[in-house]
């Protein structure tokens, strides 16, 4: 069973710092793309970013040069390292690893950007 748990959400203010966590578990990690996507309250999910299991990024254009997404395979893990976060960057932050036509989620972690 494939279990994705998300961790590093909290309320920061503008402009400060996050990183998020997902830990995978149950399933071969290293061979699949993993993204972070997120959901404002009354918005759509949206992509925020990508990594593939060759190493390749890339991201949405609201984040770029803001945030930056890794993984490490014997950690089962991919992070998104969040720079100079707004307000508009509050939302539940989910990750995903994409195995072609099935598709694993985590829980999400709550990010609050506010003064």
């Known amino acids: 069973q494939v279990q994705l748990v998300e961790s590093g959400g909290g309320l920061v203010q503008p402009g400060g710092s996050l990183r998020l966590s997902c830990a995978a578990s149950?399933?071969?990690?290293?061979?699949?793309?993993m993204d972070w996507y997120r959901q404002a309250p009354g918005k759509q999910r949206e992509l925020v970013a990508i990594?593939?299991?060759?190493?390749?990024?890339n991201y949405a254009d609201s984040v770029k040069g803001r945030f930056t997404i890794s993984r490490d395979n014997a950690k089962n893990t991919v992070y998104l390292q969040m720079n100079s976060l707004k307000p508009e960057d509050t939302a539940v932050y989910y990750c995903?690893?994409?195995?072609?036509?099935?598709?694993?989620w985590g829980q999400g972690t709550q990010v609050t950007v506010s003064s």
């Open positions: 995903r690893m994409d195995r072609g036509f099935v598709h694993y």
């Open positions: 149950g399933s071969i990690f290293s061979i699949y793309d």
């Open positions: 990594v593939t299991s060759g190493g390749r990024t």
